[in-house]
């Protein structure tokens, strides 16, 4: 378990986050779209797994509205292996060819590998974004020297595709913080620049549903970092087990928790439901100007 050791280290100011053609000024909103070029997705089971499909759900989501789309090529869950050779060859085209079709949005690619993230630079991309804690310290050097911007998250310490059995914090809040934290301060030395960085506190990753609760309740805590924050809720495993439904009947759970957590400042948004993710949110924004 991971334990912090030192005061949180922060950002001067909340500043704008710019992810090539996409910026994210303070107290504003981005969604970014799932589209999962995995024949085991838990959410979609392989619907976008085919090229041409995964193509045409990004077109389909920008249309909706989204400003990124965060590609993936590894079930995040437990699965048959994927060799970095075939990851590459789901996600790199895809993102070469989202950027081509559509240069007004930014292209996301979802690994924690370092030679992943190099070959999808290659392809265009402009964020990294590491679901894993930096399990490959490797990634964000190549961020760093190829200019991308990074996803900081914390997954308790977790192997790539595993699930914690007990996981246990005496602060959630505090920890997940101070880690996403010092992950931010290390990409920068590393020369990451600081406004292509995102904090991301990883719902479920190395989490229990309490853990999960107790972090969307305590956002702010997150936010006041200065960092940008990215939330990836959509249609988690701890919607579900709040509301003892499946993963096909969470898109209202998964909606409030989007609502409570831009309530309490975070900024970019992955969902699977890009329309009702910007209906949440226009909502939200009707709230602060009233």
């Not at 001067?12 to 303070?26: A, K």
């Not at 990294?128 to 900081?152: K, M």
Request: glycine share 8%; net charge negative.
């Amino acid at each position: 378990m991971y334990r912090p050791t030192s005061i949180l280290l922060r950002v001067d100011q909340p500043q704008t986050l710019r992810l090539g053609p996409v910026e994210v000024p303070p107290g504003a909103f981005a969604v970014m779209a799932v589209v999962n070029r995995t024949p085991d997705s838990f959410f979609d089971h392989g619907a976008t797994y085919e090229f041409g499909a995964a193509l045409d759900a990004a077109s389909q989501a920008v249309a909706d509205g989204a400003a990124i789309i965060d590609i993936g090529g590894v079930k995040a869950g437990e699965g048959d292996e994927v060799t970095v050779a075939e990851e590459i060859r789901r996600v790199a085209g895809l993102a070469a060819a989202v950027r081509e079709r559509h240069p007004q949005v930014a292209v996301s690619v979802d690994t924690w590998r370092a030679e992943v993230g190099d070959a999808v630079a290659d392809a265009g991309a402009h964020l990294l974004n590491d679901a894993w804690g930096g399990y490959d310290p490797g990634l964000a050097l190549v961020a760093a020297e190829r200019g991308l911007g990074l996803v900081c998250s914390h997954a308790g310490g977790l192997i790539p595709r595993t699930v914690a059995r007990d996981p246990r914090y005496a602060d959630v809040a505090a920890e997940v913080t101070a880690y996403v934290t010092g992950q931010a301060e290390r990409a920068v030395a590393a020369g990451v620049r600081p406004e292509a960085i995102l904090i991301d506190p990883a719902h479920d990753f190395g989490k229990a549903t309490r853990h999960s609760l107790e972090l969307t309740r305590r956002l702010d805590v997150l936010v006041a970092t200065g960092w940008p924050v990215l939330v990836a809720v959509s249609n988690k495993d701890f919607v579900g087990e709040t509301l003892a439904l499946p993963v096909t009947d969470r898109l209202e759970g998964t909606t409030a928790a989007l609502a409570v957590s831009a309530w309490h400042g975070a900024r970019v948004f992955r969902v699977h439901n890009v329309p009702a993710a910007l209906h949440a949110l226009a909502v939200v924004e009707s709230f602060r100007a009233s």
